[in-house]
């Protein structure tokens, strides 16, 4: 009787017996030549040197004089650099900057407010209801888009000399928030769209008002949208020109986009002081982007999770 030999168990285990399995790399690494970084820097360079040159000779123009200013032989650096053009700016007797610089805060940011009050519930409701002639009001939203104050400045005037608004920050107020309502609607519309309805319907079932889901559960969902309609709302009401031009008439009440014309005589124009109002005109928009970011990244990622 032959005895049969067991086999051993180390050897039937699958490290022993079988030869290691060498996993295939999911990512592979970039390999991209060292001349090939270098061209793609100098090409971003180039891009930056060509966005930011007309605001780098702007600069350099605000610091020159007058009289450098309408050499026959110009130059791009300033032989003397004249820093007291952005204190003197402030007490020149074309126009009180100071106040025009408050009136376009007042104007932009009331303006911005009004519009985010008035759009935020339009969008949402769109967004959820389907009620009759929905598409035709979206429609409709998108059409005034095309309508701008400068076209429409005449009757604008009209309808507030009739109101005894005329001449007041409530009616740029209101002109603003009016022209850019529709575009902040259809932005923050697309983004309560792209938000499932059962994220709402679970909250409801907990109990949860409209409201409460309106705010607490699709507010940081869209916040990326809500960005994006305060920073074109905000930038498009700081820029507006046409429309402030004509109903506001007294030289304080006017912003910086109006009096920034003051300085531009029929015979003289001070250009130092033009650049040095552009450049503090565009400070404000430049800090709201700053400040901006940090909430649009965080907003990617916020949510509601129960």
């Not at 009787?1 to 086999?7: H, I, L, N, S, V």
């Not at 920034?260 to 005589?265: C, Q």
């Not at 404000?284 to 982007?289: M, Q, R, T």
């Amino acid at each position: 009787m032959t005895a049969t030999a067991t086999p051993d168990r180390a050897s039937e285990t699958p490290n022993a017996s079988r030869p290691p399995i060498t996993r295939k790399r999911r990512y592979t690494e970039d390999q991209i030549s060292a001349g090939r970084v270098a061209w793609r820097m100098a090409a971003g360079l180039a891009v930056l040197l060509i966005f930011i040159l007309p605001y780098v000779i702007m600069f350099f123009g605000s610091v020159k004089s007058k009289s450098e200013i309408r050499s026959v032989d110009p130059t791009y650096f300033p032989t003397e650099w004249h820093w007291e053009n952005y204190i003197t700016m402030w007490s020149t007797p074309e126009t009180p900057l100071v106040q025009n610089l408050i009136s376009t805060i007042v104007i932009s940011v009331f303006a911005t407010l009004l519009v985010l009050l008035v759009a935020l519930p339009a969008a949402y409701y769109t967004a959820r209801a389907r009620f009759p002639g929905r598409l035709i009001f979206l429609f409709l939203v998108i059409v005034t888009q095309m309508l701008q104050p400068a076209v429409l400045t005449s009757g604008l005037f009209r309808q507030f000399v009739t109101l005894g608004l005329s001449d007041t920050w409530l009616a740029m107020i209101l002109v603003n928030a009016a022209f850019n309502l529709s575009f902040a609607v259809w932005i923050m519309h697309s983004f309560f769209a792209g938000i499932p309805k059962e994220v709402d319907e679970a909250a409801q079932i907990d109990g949860a008002g409209r409201l409460t889901v309106l705010f607490k559960i699709n507010l940081p969902l869209v916040w990326p949208g809500i960005v994006t309609a305060i920073v074109f709302t905000f930038v498009a009401c700081w820029n507006e020109f046409a429309a402030s031009l004509v109903i506001l008439s007294t030289a304080g009440n006017q912003p910086l986009s109006v009096a920034l014309t003051k300085f531009v005589g029929q015979y003289e124009t001070s250009w130092q002081y033009v650049f040095g109002v552009s450049i503090v005109a565009i400070i404000p928009v430049v800090v709201l982007f700053m400040l901006i970011e940090k909430r649009l990244v965080g907003g990617l990622t916020a949510g509601s999770v129960k």
